[in-house]
């Protein structure tokens, strides 16, 4: 499908968090969806599933990294940039992921 960086107004900004980004591990890359299609128009209405859903999600800020911890809680990866409130706004992009996938 086609692409695009999550809106401003998009539902994962706001599915539980209010998020202006996505960072991860890394930060500064978008988060891609699929691009939203003029619902007004019936021939825009995805077939697949119909519930304006994207089914693909690609960013370059590795989530996974920036959730990993060792046995003791201790983050196995830095982030970069140290922030250490990246790793929070990242376990808060994965809250609002999972929220706007099950909802």
């Not at 599915?15 to 128009?41: C, K």
């Not at 920036?66 to 046995?71: N, R």
């Amino acid at each position: 499908p086609p692409l695009e960086p999550v809106p401003s107004d998009h539902v994962l900004t706001k599915s539980f968090f209010i998020l202006p980004e996505f960072p991860g591990r890394f930060a500064g890359s978008p988060l891609w969806v699929e691009a939203s299609l003029d619902a007004s128009n019936a021939d825009n209405r995805p077939v697949r599933t119909g519930d304006g859903v994207s089914p693909i999600m690609i960013t370059a800020n590795d989530f996974a990294g920036a959730w990993a911890v060792d046995e003791n809680g201790d983050p196995l990866l830095p982030t970069v940039p140290a922030d250490p409130m990246q790793r929070v706004y990242a376990l808060r992009a994965g809250v609002n992921i999972m929220m706007y996938m099950l909802t």
